[in-house]
């Protein structure tokens, strides 16, 4: 027996709705009309229809999380290496590690385990830089959520392919097969400039031209990066993609914990998108991005858990707390990044950085219904006097309730709809 939830045409009413448009408007006792993938109508008061209505009484409705970064078959690595710098980890941990058990079967199941975790802490949308991007991709649609991803491209042989040419072609191969999916995104995904060579690049770049895909990287995550980048190519890694013509309102970098002023003033103007990894950068002692200053130049600044290996978990409810506490206390400031900014950085923000913000990263009529139902009537959330600070400074995942991606139900009350 299929629940209202589940029935295609469906009404949530008596709900308080965080649509986290652009004028931060939330509606209280009001109502969501969703048909098909799409949010029909969105109201303060009660439905006309007496069809298919679930009375969300105590129920805060919201967008789900957009995670901009993260390397999900990563979750097979959680906890292998830690309290490690950057480079030791990579270089003599996760690599070695990766070149004995990163095959597609472990990606899928590691793929797996991750979807599951996402959509317990409510991620709807989330974007990903792997290999076997194939069996990602697969995995993530047949489980219902919505993934922007890509053969991670760089330059040395890995399990997935064996020379840069071949990673290329599953590149392309991957764009021309899901460039038409409801679910999955094709982008270009490159490792780093550091990784990969300028040649390498100006293919990348070629191919996103060539399909109109949104590109990403990592980019200034730690200064060693700056200082390898800048003696190679004589210039700071943004500088150096800023020539190369990829720095653009189309790309979106993983972690720029290191953005010189001059850096920022080219992000600021080419519209390049930021995503902040706080607790990745923190493990991994890489540093604390300063994204207040960031936000105050104009730069979009999104939000994402960087993989499974060096946080140790895709918890965007933990990631957004942390990134709006964060700035507080190294700036010496708690006026900074108040709630709401830290939500719209894990939400809309997001959607920006994978120009996706016009079908998902709010909840308005016509986007997609992507969203998190969540239960108010619980230790952690009561009482609530403001319902940004609840959600960012008091929910934990465990008051997400029940989790719809394009319009379909992924959990209902915690129960995961999908798993396999
Ligand atoms: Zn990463």
């Known amino acids: 027996m299929k629940s209202m939830l589940q029935q295609t045409v469906k009404t949530l009413y008596n709900a308080t709705i965080i649509t986290m448009n652009d004028g931060f408007e939330v509606i209280e ?22 069809t298919n209505l679930i009375d969300c009484s105590g129920k805060i409705i919201m967008p789900g999380f957009v995670n901009a970064h993260t390397h999900l078959p990563m979750t ?19 690599w070695p590690a990766e ?37 990602v991709a697969e995995e993530t649609a047949a489980f219902g959520l919505r993934g922007v991803m890509n053969e991670g491209i760089l330059d040395f042989p890995i399990n997935s392919y064996k020379t840069t040419r071949e990673a290329f072609e599953k590149a392309y191969a991957f764009v021309e097969k899901w460039k038409n999916h409801p679910l999955i995104t094709p ?15 100006l293919e990348v770049k070629k191919m996103a031209e060539e399909y109109d895909l949104n590109l990403s990287t990592h980019i200034s995550e730690t200064q060693h990066e700056v200082d390898l980048v800048t003696s190679q190519q004589g ?29 920022q003033e080219l992000f600021a103007t080419k519209g390049a998108h930021v995503v902040h990894c706080p607790s990745s950068n923190l493990k991994l002692g890489s540093g604390i991005a300063p994204v207040a200053a960031y936000l105050k130049k104009g730069i979009n600044v999104a939000l994402g858990t960087d993989g499974c290996a060096s946080n140790n978990n895709l918890d965007m409810v933990e990631e957004m707390r942390l990134a709006a506490l964060l700035q507080k206390g190294v700036n010496h400031d708690p006026t900074l990044l108040p709630a709401r900014e830290a939500l719209k950085m894990a939400t809309l923000n997001g959607a920006k950085a994978l120009g996706m913000d016009n079908i998902i990263g709010s909840l308005e009529t016509g ?5 998190l139902i969540i239960d108010t009537d619980n230790t952690f959330m009561q009482p609530i006097y403001d319902y ?31 798993s396999n």
Request: aromatic share 10%; proline share 3%; charged share 25%.
């Open 29 to 50: 006792k009001g109502y969501l009309t969703i048909e098909g993938n799409t949010i029909a109508a969105l109201k303060k008061g009660f439905p006309e229809t007496k």
């Open 76 to 94: 097979m690595y959680r906890g292998i290496a830690d309290d490690l710098p950057l480079k030791e980890w990579l270089e003599e941990h996760i």
């Open 99 to 135: 070149a004995k058990h990163t095959h597609e079967e472990s990606v899928r199941k590691a793929t797996r385990l991750g979807l599951e975790e996402m959509v317990r802490t409510g991620t709807t949308t989330f974007a990903d830089m792997y290999f076997f991007a194939d069996a």
């Open 187 to 201: 982008a270009a995904i490159f490792h780093a400039t550091y990784t990969c060579s300028k040649d390498t690049l």
């Open 235 to 263: 210039m700071t890694p943004p500088a150096y993609l800023h020539e190369l013509g990829m720095l653009t309102n189309k790309n979106f970098n993983a972690h720029c914990v290191w953005l010189n002023p001059a850096d």
């Open 367 to 371: 986007k997609r219904a992507d969203l």
């Open 388 to 418: 940004y600070s609840a959600i960012v400074y008091s929910m934990n995942s465990s008051c997400i309730e029940t989790v719809l991606v394009d319009g379909k139900v992924v959990m209902e009350n915690r129960d995961i709809q999908n």
